[in-house]
């Protein structure tokens, strides 16, 4: 009896083998490259991940450091790191001033850039969209932009640099991705454990859809999550041998075992329930019909008072300010997506450039040129437009910073 069922029993796990391979199989050679766009290392055959070095994110070990002001900064002079995006790896660094740049000490003119992640660069330095404009323009750009951040975090190290420098910029580019809204509205959000980024504030729905800063004790964290970590001397060991290794082939080439991975995901999201705490960028506020909700939105009102108050500090050092709108990978072309941002950097007399408008504009480049193939952040095409649009800008708005 015993020997049957476990017959039967082999027979239909061997049929369901046979099945998932079969589909696998077929899946791997017929299904459309759009309908598994979601899955990121699906047939990637030269993508790879960063072995040795483990981060919290895509982040590496010991590339931020903890802030008084803004909670985490880039770390000043950080050599020899890697960073990863669609499975493609490259170096990333900071300089003394505690930018992904190069060493930086300009007397004026120069042109400093601020942003988040899309202004940090998920792209190599060379392909950055502030490197390209440095390049064209022969004026000295400081590449500023710092990954996880709002416009408050932005303004903040911006002084911080001038002063530092003991000159301050004559242009000021600012890269504007929507989810600053909710950096802004959770700010300071995140701080440095053991050499890890790790958010200490959320936010908070009272229920009627307006959102709060969620703070947690930064120091009952660090006392949590400490312990887990190995020590410093351990982790810097690790960059002593970076490797680069293929991703595993259950990524890509089952179409099943990325199918099942998403679907656990979504079951967990499911159990939560109605939630009314979130992480920064979780928060569903920013959209609605498809568009940036701005105008009439309680939950743009940090921020709309950040870009008031980078406007200000401009104005005080006799300087020009542009705000580069850079919009989401699903609404790239969406001449119509920034309209509310638009009407209230026009009523404060703020200039901006809008990328969705340009990316729509042009016929060189499509979607897949101008984003990551499954990373939301822009790629070496997209950084491309973006610095001809600044050039232009400049041209038109500024000529004789070009001249000097």
């Known amino acids: 009896m015993l020997k049957k069922i476990f017959k039967t029993f082999g027979f239909y796990f061997g049929l369901l083998l046979l099945t998932i391979i079969l ?189 709060s800063r969620d703070p947690r004790d930064f120091k009952k964290l660090k006392a949590q999550y400490a312990p887990r970590l190995p020590s410093r001397e351990s982790q810097l060991a690790k960059h002593d041998y970076i490797k680069l290794k293929p991703i595993g082939p259950h990524y890509r080439y089952m179409l099943s075992y990325n199918m099942y991975k998403a679907a656990k995901r979504a079951w967990k999201r499911k159990k939560q329930g109605k939630r009314v705490k979130f992480s920064v960028y979780t928060a569903p506020f920013l959209e609605a019909e498809g568009r940036l909700n701005y105008q009439g939105n309680p939950n743009t009102l940090e921020h709309k008072q950040a870009l008031q108050a980078f406007k200000s500090y401009v104005n005080s050092i006799n300087s020009g300010l542009a705000i580069i709108l850079i919009p989401p990978k699903t609404n790239w072309d969406d001449k119509n997506y920034f309209t509310e941002i638009k009407e209230f950097l026009n009523q404060n007399q703020i200039a901006f450039i809008d990328m969705a408008s340009a990316f729509a504009s042009q016929k060189e480049m499509s979607l897949k040129d101008i984003y990551w193939k499954h990373d939301g952040h822009l790629r070496d095409g997209g950084n491309q437009l973006v610095a001809q649009e600044m050039e232009n800008w400049l041209r038109k708005n500024k000529p004789a910073l070009l001249t000097k």
């Open 23 to 211: 589909f696998d199989v077929a899946a791997f050679f017929l299904v459309p490259d759009k309908l598994v766009k979601q899955f990121t290392h699906y047939r990637c055959d030269d993508c790879v991940k960063v072995t040795g070095v483990k981060g919290n994110g895509r982040y590496p070990y010991d590339y931020f450091e903890n802030h008084d002001e803004r909670g985490f900064d880039l770390a000043p002079n950080r050599r020899n790191m890697l960073h990863t995006v669609d499975g493609k790896a490259y170096q990333i660094w900071s300089n003394s001033l505690g930018c992904y740049d190069k060493e930086q000490s300009p007397t004026s003119p120069y042109v400093y850039v601020a942003g988040d992640s899309q202004t940090w660069g998920y792209t190599p330095y060379r392909l950055k969209f502030a490197t390209r404009l440095e390049e064209k323009t022969s004026v000295p750009v400081l590449k500023c932009g710092v990954t996880h951040t709002g416009q408050k975090h932005q303004l903040s190290k911006l002084k911080a640099i001038a002063s530092k420098l003991k000159t301050t910029p004559s242009m000021v580019f600012v890269g504007f991705y929507p989810n600053d809204i909710q950096n802004d509205l959770a700010y300071p959000h995140t701080g440095v454990i053991s050499g890890w980024l790790k958010d200490y504030a959320g936010l908070l729905d009272d229920g009627s859809g307006t959102f």
